[in-house]
Nanobody, 127 residues
Framework: QVQLVESGGGLVQAGGSLRLSCTGS????????MAWFRQAPGKEREFVAV????????TYAESVKGRFTISRDNAKNTVYLQMNSLKPEDTAVYYC????????????????????WGQGTQVTVSS
């Protein structure tokens, strides 16, 4: 199994940028479909982005499309989430997650399919 540790969260003004990192240990992250989810206070956890194990294809939530970019550095065993043009509504705890499910072409947004989770990192965007 893989252990995941997120970093890079913080406080930023609206319009600013942050890059989140998710570093794996135990197993290499390129063996998994890797995703970012987020959870704002009083809201359910929601899908943000995924990078699939096969072909490194990516999919984004509509709310972040064009602003966020997910990527993977196999040499560093790390997945990144580059967040640009941040908005106050992006404020949340961001979680990295890994799924060994073979086919996530249609179900990538379903949190229960991800068996491994990091502890989360807080992102706060001020207006």
């Amino acid at each position: 199994q893989v252990q995941l540790v997120e970093s890079g969260g913080g406080l930023v003004q609206a319009g600013g940028s942050l890059r989140l990192s998710c570093t794996g240990s135990g197993r290499t992250v390129n063996m998994y479909n890797m995703a970012w989810f987020r959870q704002a206070p009083g809201k359910e956890r929601e899908f943000v982005a995924v990078i699939r194990r096969l072909g490194a294809t990516t999919t984004y939530a509509e709310s972040v499309k064009g602003r966020f970019t997910i990527s993977r550095d196999n040499a560093k065993n790390t997945v990144y989430l580059q967040m640009n043009s941040l908005k106050p509504e992006d404020t949340a705890v961001y979680y990295c997650a890994a799924s060994a499910v073979i086919d996530l072409s249609r179900t990538y947004y379903q949190a229960p399919l991800y068996a491994y989770w990091g502890q989360g990192t807080q992102v706060t965007v001020s207006s």
